[in-house]
């Protein structure tokens, strides 16, 4: 029997197949871990989500 997969493990390898940077992908799940509870909204222009360009990702977070 095949073991299910987490949430992490999908997110490392769509991250690991578009070759974003493992650090990154780790802070990021980091960051959403500590955040259990709380929104995180985030903004991205079309031309950037387009090609691929998270790193003008404005985000904000706030914890309930």
């Known amino acids: 029997m095949l073991e299910e997969s987490t949430?992490?493990?999908?997110f490392?390898?769509?991250?690991?197949?578009?070759?974003?940077p493992a650090d990154e992908t780790e802070a990021w799940i980091r960051d959403v871990k500590e955040?259990?509870?709380g929104v995180i909204?985030?903004?991205?222009?079309?031309?950037d989500l387009a090609?691929?360009?998270?790193d003008r990702?404005?985000?904000?977070?706030?914890t309930a």
Do not use: K, P
């Open 7 to 10: 949430n992490e493990d999908r």
């Open 41 to 47: 909204h985030w903004v991205i222009r079309r031309r």
């Open 57 to 62: 990702v404005h985000r904000s977070t706030d």
């Open 12 to 20: 490392r390898a769509e991250a690991a197949s578009r070759n974003l």
């Open 51 to 54: 090609v691929l360009r998270y």
């Open 35 to 37: 955040l259990d509870g």
